[in-house]
């Protein structure tokens, strides 16, 4: 009896160890190791039997608590394990409910008689085959055969029913052949699982490399042992007709460039002797049907087929690079005409300052005179044509001597090292005007150009790139000031002027915005009696840190940058808010006259805005005055005679300022509705000569005609004065009787006691 025990608890242990050890070695059959312990948990039945068959109660006790734990723990075990087996959903959790439930049937029949115990567990385990038998059918012929084998574990246990002690032996010695088969047919349904989940972990793995977008392959001694449709894509392997040997050791001759082989080969060889644990690199490669590749690479050490290889993730950066060359590229240069552009210009003369031991060199500025006209007359089309021919022209001539860039729409820079600046200048300026003397062919087009060209040169003209730059380019605005293609050659006096320019120009704007202009009047008095007649209110500017600055240098930038409009708004304000202040001072007003800018009369709002300023101040409007130039009357005629017109009709009186130094003519006086005609200076500074008397006496009897009243200017002297009354002026204005007087000396000239005539 001992012996078939001690056998079937060897094949327990045995059949328990080899599962456990599946389980251990492939962590997913987890059904495995619950088998496992199945297995060996029943090894403890035959020591609880033989307890519990011991006179002494102790034992007894033992044994019927061992043989209970063992019934109910293996068959939980069991149906646990070929739950997981199945892939029944079997919570874990009514475990203890079926080991307790079992424990307690058991124990019950085990206490009422051994053989109905025994009925007991052959019920359990028959019923748990069968419930087992039927989970497993379906899966395969492994699984079959455990649950058949499963099945027969159970009824084994009816023959001690039976025939009780004496059947003990036979029934254990066929319950550990059952056991075996029931081992070996586990372990062959865990390596059909093992090999199939193998599988699908290798199909998951080609599925991925197959789809990737990034080149994945194993190379062994140089021999591509395994490339994915994108690693071919990259290296053209499926455009080459020798598609057979591109695996060979020769593919990495024809795509890994001489440069960049033994950097490559150090790199893989330190991966596969097991130097690095991974790599990464990058470089330019050759694809086998001839393209420039710039790659990337990753690897590590893999087993392939039991031999040590290398498998290589290559990311193709050949768009990203050329992207990134391209962007490099415009940054560099000008889209149109491939030239090199401003950015590249402030290196590359960075570079040459950098450089003590560099030559002299020279930069040399140009722009196309009246360029807008070809984009006006022709479109833009052919606009950007003649810049390109322009281009190639320059360069084909020059590119020996000289670098060609384009700075700006129509401005271009030549840069020139040479041992004697001065002279390469002269050459360089010589030669561009030599070319436009023949015209430009663009289509059906033949242009002639002219260009004005700045010239600088180190190291005479400027310390550093940008004041270089800025010399050229204010000797290029110089030479626009000259007819025809023309040069100029950096200087201080020029730099130094176009900075004050500039600087005069922002100046102008931060002083409209702070309010640094004021007003001062200079008086009219009638030609005859002498008494004060009228106001004309003149700008001046006190510019901090300057003091006052001259009306002729900053009217003019005024009028070329738009500031004229505003400015003559705060002027006609600042003339009204004083009049205002003098009539509320109980003063007698006389008619205070503002000067209006052309860009004004442009404007339809302003008769409007005149009269809504008049308003705002409560001022009758015969107490303004406007003046206009004869030069702004004729380039505006219509919309002067408008303008002149709605005023007139509101009250506001006209005057044509500066009358004879320009287009002076008799239509425009009778076509103007003017009140006043004012006489220039410049026509009365001669007087008393004979001929000019007879010039202003003539504007007078035509004003008499026209009844026009008339203002003669520019009287400084007594004679001046006697000549413009005997002329038939009505007023005079001039230094002889004040210069222009500020608010408060003006307000002096308003009290009762009137300025004696003179």
């Known amino acids: 009896m001992l012996y078939p025990y001690a056998f079937y608890t060897a094949v327990m242990i045995v059949t328990g160890s080899a599962l456990l050890l599946v389980w251990h070695k492939d962590r997913a059959q987890r059904f495995a ?70 424990a307690a049937f058991y124990a019950l029949l085990l206490s009422i008689d051994t053989q109905l115990a025994q009925a007991g567990v052959a019920l359990m385990n028959t019923a748990a085959g069968l419930i087992v038998c039927r989970w497993l059918w379906p899966l ?57 989940r193998a599988n699908r972990l290798k199909d998951r793995f080609f599925e991925l490399t197959e789809r990737s977008h990034q080149g994945v392959a194993v190379v062994r001694r140089g021999h591509v042992a395994y490339a994915n449709p994108a690693f071919r894509r990259i290296f053209g392997m499926d455009r080459v007709s020798d598609a057979p040997e591109v695996f060979s050791r020769e593919w990495v001759r024809r795509t890994v460039p001489d440069a960049e082989r033994d950097h490559a080969e150090s790199m893989a060889l330190a991966v596969v002797r097991g130097q690095r644990p991974q790599a990464e690199w990058e470089g330019e490669r050759l694809s086998l049907d001839g ?13 392939w087929d039991g031999q040590a290889a290398l498998q290589v993730v290559v990311s193709d950066e050949t768009a990203h690079r050329d992207a990134a060359r391209a962007l490099q590229w415009r940054s560099q240069h000008d889209e149109l005409t491939g030239l090199p552009n401003r950015h590249a210009l402030l290196q590359r003369l960075q570079a040459s300052f950098d450089d003590a031991g560099r030559r002299a060199f020279v930069l040399l500025l140009m722009d196309v005179d009246r360029f807008k006209f070809f984009n006006e007359a022709h479109g833009h089309q052919v606009g950007d044509e003649v810049l390109v021919a322009l281009a190639q022209r320059l360069q084909q001539a020059l590119h020996e001597r000289a670098e060609l860039m384009r700075l700006g729409e129509d401005e271009f820079a030549l840069l020139a ?154 002027i006609l304000d600042q003339a009204c808010e004083q009049l205002a202040a003098w009539r509320d001072a109980g003063l007698h007003l006389v008619p205070v006259a503002v000067n209006v800018s052309p860009l004004q009369l442009l404007d339809e709002a302003f008769p409007a805005q005149v009269i809504e300023t008049l308003r705002r101040h409560g001022l009758a409007h015969a107490t303004l005055t406007l003046e206009i130039t004869e030069s702004a009357a004729v380039m505006h005629m219509d919309q002067a005679n408008a303008h002149i017109q709605q ?112």
């Open 33 to 102: 190791a619950l088998l496992g312990l199945a297995h060996l948990v029943f090894c403890f039945n035959p020591l609880a039997y033989w307890a519990w068959r011991q006179p002494e109660p102790v034992w007894a006790a033992l044994g019927f608590v061992g043989l209970v734990s063992v019934a109910a723990g293996s068959i939980t075990l069991l149906i646990g394990g070929f739950a997981h087996l199945s892939r029944q959903n079997w919570p874990p959790r009514t475990a203890p409910a079926l080991f307790f439930g079992q």
């Open 140 to 196: 395969g012929q492994g699984e079959r055969i455990t649950g058949v084998v499963l099945v027969l574990l159970g009824l084994n246990f009816l023959p001690f029913v039976i025939w009780g002690d004496p059947a003990a032996p036979v029934q254990t010695a066929v319950a550990a052949v059952l056991r075996v088969v029931l081992c070996l047919a586990l372990i062959y349904a865990a390596m059909v699982r093992s090999a199939a």
């Open 291 to 303: 393209r420039r590749l710039d790659l990337r690479f990753k690897a590590w050490p893999v087993d």
């Open 417 to 570: 090292s040479a041992d004697d600046a001065a002279r390469m200048a002269t050459e360089l300026a010589h030669a561009v005007r030599g070319l436009l003397t023949e015209p430009l062919q663009v289509g059906e087009h033949r242009f002639y150009l002219d260009v004005s060209m700045g010239v600088a040169t180190h190291p005479s003209s400027a310390p550093g790139p940008q004041e270089l730059l800025q010399a050229a380019h204010a000797a290029m605005h110089e030479a626009k000031r000259l007819p025809g293609t023309s040069v100029q050659f950096a200087a201080e006096q020029i730099k130094e002027g176009m900075a004050a320019f500039f600087n005069a120009e922002q100046a102008l704007r931060a002083g409209l915005q702070n309010h640094e202009f004021t007003l001062v009047y200079q008086p009219k008095v009638a030609a005859q009696g002498g008494q004060l007649i009228g106001f004309e209110a003149l700008v001046r500017w006190d510019r901090p840190g300057l003091g006052r600055v001259n009306p002729l240098d900053f009217i003019p930038a005024a009028e070329r940058t738009g500031l004229i409009v505003p400015l003559g708004a705060q």
């Open 647 to 758: 005023l007139r009709e509101q009250g506001v009186e006209v005057a044509l300022d500066d009358f004879g130094t320009g287009f002076s003519s008799l239509n425009m006086l009778r076509s103007l509705p003017l009140h006043t005609v004012k006489i220039d200076r410049s026509l009365i500074d001669p007087m008393p000569a004979s001929d000019a008397v007879a010039v202003v006496k003539a504007i007078c009897d035509l004003a008499a005609v026209l009844r026009l009243d008339v203002v003669a200017e520019g009287v400084e002297t007594a004679a001046h004065a006697q000549a413009a009354r005997d002329a038939g002026c009505h007023a005079l204005q001039g230094y002889l009787y004040a210069r222009p007087l500020s608010a408060e000396e003006a307000t002096t000239w308003l009290q009762p006691a009137l300025k004696p005539a003179t």
